[in-house]
C-alpha cells in the first residue's frame, strides 16, 4: 500500500549505511498496536515529584508494566514518563528536565516520553502558568529531537484532575502505546473526571455500534476496521457510487452497509433510522467522509467552493444536530461520543486548499463549540492527520510527496491505521475526559507546528 | 458445544406443510448490479462474479455475513454448461455461510420470479425461514457452442478406440466446423427473433409509434428521476465502472426517438413500429431479493415492506400463430386476480416488464379488449384500464436494460420498496413476459 520504499531501504543495513554517510533522514518502522503485544518494549521509567508520579507507576504496575522509579545508567527503557504537575516557576523544571535528558539515550527505538502537567489556563498566577507552559515548549522541543521512531507527547490535567482519573489514565495508555506511533509533539487535555477503564484494554468499545462515514476506501475503511477490531459493530456509510468498495468493507467486518449522501437533508434521520432499526443503538459516529476540489482562490468556482463546504462541515453540522436530538432516547446512547476528520490544512492552511481548509478548520471550532452541547458524558473530538500514505496522497508527484511525507519529526508519512487508531481511542471510554479537542495525527509536521 | 446451525429452526409453532397455519412470506429488500448493454461495461465480468456481487451487496445491505440462508435460488438463462451450478458455486463466494443451499431455476426472462416465487412458497409452507432469489445474465459471458455438424465429429472422436478410427475422424473436420453457434434469443420453433415476435403481436394490437416510444421515455424519465432523488441508494451497489444502468438516458426526447429506425418487423414496411428505443437491448446484470418470515425478519431487526402474496404462472400457443409470443401474463393475471377475488383496478402500482413497449401497451390494450377478455380469458367482462399514472412509476426494463434472469429481482425489490412507503395494505401488480409463450405475474401488498 505504501509507496515509500525509502523508508525500506533505510531499514536494511546497508541502505541505514548509505543513508547515514550522507547526513539522509532515518525514518525508523513504527513500533504499531497488535492485540495482545505488550504495551511498551521494556521497562518504564517514571520521572518526577508529584502526586502524578506516583499516580501514573500505580497505573503501570496495574498494566503489569515494570515500572523504574529511578534512572539506571545500564537500563534501556521503553518510556518515560515526566511528572511536571507539581512545577510552580520556571525554575523548578530544571531537575526533572534534566533527568529526562540524561536518560533520553537509553530510551529504545519506538520509544515513549510522556509529560504529564496541568493546564496553564488554570492559573491566573503568571509564575506557575509560564511553569507548566514552559512544559509544552520542553516537550515539543524534545519531539523533535527524539530519534529511532520515539515520541514526546504530553498530558494536560485540567484543574481538580489528577493523573489518577479514568480519562488520564486512557491518555497514558494511548500515548505510551503502538497505538500513538504517528503522534508526536501533541498534546491530550484531560479536563474531567469523566470516562471509564475498559475491561478489556484490547477492545475497549466491545458491544458499541460505531458508524463512520466514508468507510469504502483509505482512512475510512481502516477506521472502520480498527474500531472492529477493537469491539465495535460497525454501520459503514458511504456515497451509493462507492457502494462496491463499501459493501466489501463492510463485509470483512460483518457490519452493514448503508448507501447515502451525508448531504442529503435527511442523512441524519435515515443514519439514526438504520441504526434503530438494524442494532437498536448507536454509541459512536465518526464523521470521516470528505472530499478535496483543490484550487487556487483566484481560481476557485461556486462549485468548489461549495461542495467541499457541504461535504465537509456543513453535514457534520446537520448530522450532529439529529444525533444529539435523539441522545438518550434508548437507541443514541446517552454518552455518544463522536469523532470528526479535521485536517493539518485546517490548522497551517495550505496553497490551493482555501475551501478545504476552511472546512477542515470549520471542524475545529465545531466540536469545540459542540462539546459543551454533548450530554451524559458523551463527547466530542476532532483528529487532524498529517501526510498520510493514502490512494490520495500517492497521487501526488514524487518529489513533492518524498519532500511532504518527510517533513516531520518521524521523516515518514503516517498510515490510515494510525488515524483510526487516534480516532478509536477518541471514542472510547478511556478518552472520556477529553471533549472538544483536537489531536493531530502527524508525526510532528511542520505545517502548523 | 455450540448449537449446530444445520439444526436450528426459528419458526415458532407448527410449520404449515406439517399441518400448522400458512404463514407470509415477507420481502426484507433486494440489492442489485447497475445494468450494462452487453459488450460494453461488464464485457470481461462473468455471470458468476456478477451474481456473486449482487450476494455480496445484498450481505453488506443487511449485515447477513456468516448467516447460514434458508435457501438461494437464481439462474441465468444464458449460461455455459459448466455453470451447472452457478448459484451454488456464486453462493460459495460470498460471505454467507458455505453451507447455504442454493438452486438453479430457469424460465427465460421470468427466471427471477420463478426465483422469488417459489421461494416465498417454502417460506409460507414453514419449509424455509429465509431465502434468496434472484437472478443473473450476462450476453457478454455467452457460451460458443461448436455447431452440430463440428460436434458430431468431436463426439466421434471421443468415442473412438483405435487410432485408425480416431484419424477416420479427425479427417472429417471441415473450415466450417470452426464456425461456432452463438446463442440467440430465436424461438427455436419459430426461428423469429423476440422482436419479430413481438411485431407481429404490437401489429395486430395496432399499437402505434407514438405510444411506445411515449412508454419508453417515460420509463428513462421515471427511472433518471428516481435516480436523482437517492430511490435507487438501497436497491442497487454499483459493480465494476458503474454507479447506474447504462443503458438509462436521462435526456432522450421523443424528438430522438422518433428519429429511430424500425428494428423488427421491416417486412411490416410503413407499419414496422418497434425501434431500439422503444425494445429493451441485450443487457448484463444480477440481483437477489431477500425474503424471510417475520419472526426470521424480526430477530434481525430487518425491515419488512411487503409480503409475497401469490403468484401464476401462463403459457400460451404461439407457434401456430394463435397468440403473440409474449401475451401470456394477460393470461396470468386473468387468473390471479380470480384467485384472489381481485381486480384490475384495485393496485397502487403495477410493474409490467417492459420487455418492448408493445409488449406492455398490447397487454393493457388486451385486457380493455371486450372480445380478447371473453374469448381468450373466458371473462363476463373485460379486466378494463389501468390508471396509466400507477404504471411503472420508477421506469423499467426500457431505462434499466433487460438482463433476463436479473429483471425480476429488480422489479420485487423496487415494487416491494414501493408499496413499503405508500404503506400497509397498499397492492401492487408485477408482470413478466417470458420467451417460450411464457410468462409469470405476481401481487405484493405493501407492509
Known amino acids: 500500500m505504501s509507496t515509500d520504499s525509502y523508508t525500506a531501504l533505510v531499514n536494511q543495513p546497508l541502505g541505514h549505511r548509505l543513508a547515514q554517510a550522507l547526513g539522509l533522514p532515518q525514518p525508523a518502522i513504527l513500533r504499531r498496536h497488535r492485540p495482545g503485544a505488550p504495551l511498551v518494549d521494556g521497562p518504564v521509567l517514571v520521572l518526577g515529584g508529584g502526586p502524578a508520579a506516583d499516580e501514573a507507576a500505580t497505573h503501570l504496575l496495574d498494566w503489569g508494566q515494570d515500572v523504574r522509579r529511578h534512572p539506571a545508567a545500564q537500563d534501556r527503557y521503553g518510556a518515560v514518563v515526566a511528572a511536571f504537575d507539581d512545577v510552580s516557576t520556571p525554575a523548578e523544571l530544571s531537575a526533572t528536565a534534566l533527568e529526562l535528558g540524561a536518560v533520553q539515550r537509553q530510551l529504545g527505538g519506538s520509544g515513549r516520553v510522556v509529560t504529564v502537567y496541568q493546564d496553564p489556563e488554570g492559573t491566573p498566577d503568571p509564575a506557575v502558568r509560564a511553569a507548566r507552559k514552559g512544559v509544552e515548549g520542553l516537550t515539543r522541543s524534545l519531539a523533535h529531537e527524539m530519534r529511532q521512531g520515539s515520541t514526546a507527547n504530553g498530558i494536560i490535567l485540567g484543574e481538580g484532575i489528577s493523573l489518577g482519573a479514568p480519562g488520564a489514565a486512557g491518555a497514558l495508555r494511548f500515548l505510551l502505546s503502538g497505538r500513538s506511533a504517528f503522534v508526536s509533539g501533541q498534546f491530550i487535555p484531560v479536563a474531567t473526571d469523566g470516562g471509564a477503564t475498559p475491561r478489556d484494554w484490547d477492545r475497549p468499545l466491545a458491544g458499541r455500534v460505531a458508524v463512520v462515514t466514508g468507510a469504502a476506501r483509505g482512512i475510512g475503511a481502516a477506521i472502520a476496521e480498527t474500531l472492529h477490531r477493537d469491539g465495535a459493530t460497525i454501520v459503514g456509510v458511504d456515497v451509493p457510487a462507492a457502494g462496491q468498495g463499501l459493501a466489501d468493507v463492510v463485509n470483512a467486518l460483518s457490519g452493514s452497509a448503508l448507501q447515502l449522501d451525508i448531504t442529503a437533508p435527511d442523512a441524519g434521520e435515515r443514519i439514526l433510522a438504520h441504526c434503530r432499526e438494524r442494532h437498536g443503538r448507536m454509541d459512536v459516529v465518526v464523521h470521516n467522509a470528505g472530499i478535496t476540489r483543490d484550487r487556487k482562490l483566484a481560481n476557485m468556482d461556486a462549485d468548489r467552493w461549495d461542495s467541499v463546504i457541504a461535504v465537509n462541515i456543513e453535514s457534520q453540522l446537520a448530522m450532529n444536530r439529529a444525533f444529539l436530538a435523539a441522545a438518550g432516547d434508548g437507541v443514541v446512547a446517552a454518552g455518544l461520543r463522536i469523532a470528526s476528520l479535521a485536517s493539518t490544512s485546517g490548522i497551517a492552511g495550505n496553497a490551493g486548499q482555501t475551501n478545504y481548509a476552511a472546512s477542515k478548520a470549520g471542524v475545529i471550532g465545531m466540536v469545540s463549540a459542540t462539546a459543551p452541547l454533548m450530554t451524559g458524558g458523551g463527547t466530542i473530538n476532532a483528529v487532524a492527520p498529517g501526510f498520510i500514505e493514502t490512494e490520495m496522497t500517492a497521487k501526488i508527484p514524487f518529489l513533492t510527496r518524498e519532500v511532504a511525507r518527510r517533513m516531520n519529526s518521524l521523516s515518514q508519512g503516517g498510515r490510515p491505521v494510525d488515524v483510526a487508531e487516534a480516532v478509536s481511542f477518541l471514542v472510547s471510554d478511556a478518552a472520556g475526559g477529553t471533549s472538544g479537542a483536537t489531536l493531530r495525527v502527524c508525526g510532528q509536521g511542520i505545517m502548523g507546528a | ?447
Open chain 2, 1 to 447: 458445544m455450540t448449537e449446530n446451525p444445520q439444526q436450528q429452526t426459528s419458526s415458532t409453532g407448527t410449520a404449515a406443510i406439517a399441518g400448522g397455519p400458512l404463514r407470509q412470506a415477507v420481502v426484507i429488500g433486494g440489492n442489485r448490479t447497475p445494468f450494462a448493454r452487453s459488450h460494453g461495461a461488464y464485457a470481461s465480468a462473468s455471470n458468476k462474479d456478477l451474481l456473486t456481487a449482487a450476494l455480496n451487496g445484498l450481505v453488506a445491505r443487511f449485515g447477513l455475513q456468516g448467516e447460514r440462508i434458508g435457501e438461494v435460488a437464481a439462474g441465468a438463462v444464458i449460461k455455459h454448461s459448466r455453470d451447472f451450478n452457478l448459484t451454488r458455486e456464486s453462493v460459495l463466494g460470498t460471505v454467507l455461510d458455505h453451507s447455504t443451499p442454493a438452486h438453479e431455476v430457469q424460465i427465460a426472462c421470468a427466471t427471477g420470479m420463478e426465483a422469488i416465487g417459489g421461494l416465498a412458497n417454502k417460506i409460507r409452507l414453514g419449509q424455509l425461514d429465509s431465502a434468496i432469489g434472484g437472478g443473473v445474465d450476462s450476453i457478454s459471458d455467452a457460451p460458443l457452442v461448436f455447431n452440430d455438424a463440428a460436434r458430431s465429429v468431436l463426439m466421434e472422436l471421443n468415442r473412438a478406440r483405435t487410432v485408425q478410427d480416431r484419424i477416420k475422424a479427425v479427417l472429417r473436420f471441415r473450415p466450417g466446423h470452426l464456425a461456432p453457434e452463438a446463442p440467440g434469443t430465436e424461438e427455436p420453433r419459430t426461428g423469429l427473433s423476440m422482436g419479430e415476435h413481438q411485431a407481429r403481436t404490437t401489429h395486430r394490437w395496432g399499437i402505434t409509434r407514438q405510444a411506445q416510444d411515449e412508454l419508453a421515455l417515460a420509463s428513462h424519465h421515471h427511472m433518471a428521476a428516481a435516480y436523482d432523488r437517492g430511490f435507487f441508494d438501497d436497491l442497487v451497489t454499483p459493480f465494476g465502472t458503474l454507479t447506474r444502468d447504462n443503458n438509462l438516458r436521462a435526456d432522450s426526447t421523443l424528438e430522438k426517438l422518433a428519429s429511430l429506425k424500425p428494428a423488427f418487423g421491416r417486412d411490416l414496411g410503413e407499419e414496422a413500429t418497434m425501434t431500439a428505443g422503444n425494445s429493451t437491448p441485450l443487457t448484463d446484470g444480477a440481483s437477489a431479493v431477500l425474503l424471510g418470515s417475520e419472526d426470521w425478519a424480526a430477530a434481525r431487526g430487518l425491515p419488512v415492506l411487503a409480503d409475497f402474496v401469490d403468484f401464476e404462472t401462463a403459457a400460451v400457443d404461439f407457434v401456430d400463430g394463435q397468440e403473440g409470443l409474449l401475451m401470456a401474463p394477460a393470461y396470468a393475471v386473468a387468473r390471479l386476480l380470480q384467485r384472489q377475488g381481485l381486480t384490475l383496478q384495485d393496485f397502487d402500482y403495477y410493474e409490467i416488464h417492459e420487455a418492448f413497449a408493445g409488449t406492455v401497451l398490447a397487454t393493457l390494450k388486451a385486457w380493455e379488449d371486450e372480445e380478447f377478455c371473453r374469448e381468450r380469458l373466458g371473462l363476463d367482462a373485460p379486466l378494463g384500464p389501468i390508471d396509466r399514472a400507477r404504471l411503472n412509476v420508477n421506469g423499467s426494463s426500457l431505462a434499466a436494460g433487460h438482463p433476463f434472469a436479473a429483471t425480476g429481482g429488480r422489479i420485487t425489490a423496487t415494487l416491494a420498496k414501493m408499496l413499503h412507503k405508500k404503506g400497509p395494505g397498499s397492492l401492487g401488480l408485477v408482470s413478466v413476459c417470458a420467451a417460450g409463450g411464457q410468462g409469470i405475474v405476481a401481487i405484493l401488498r405493501g407492509r
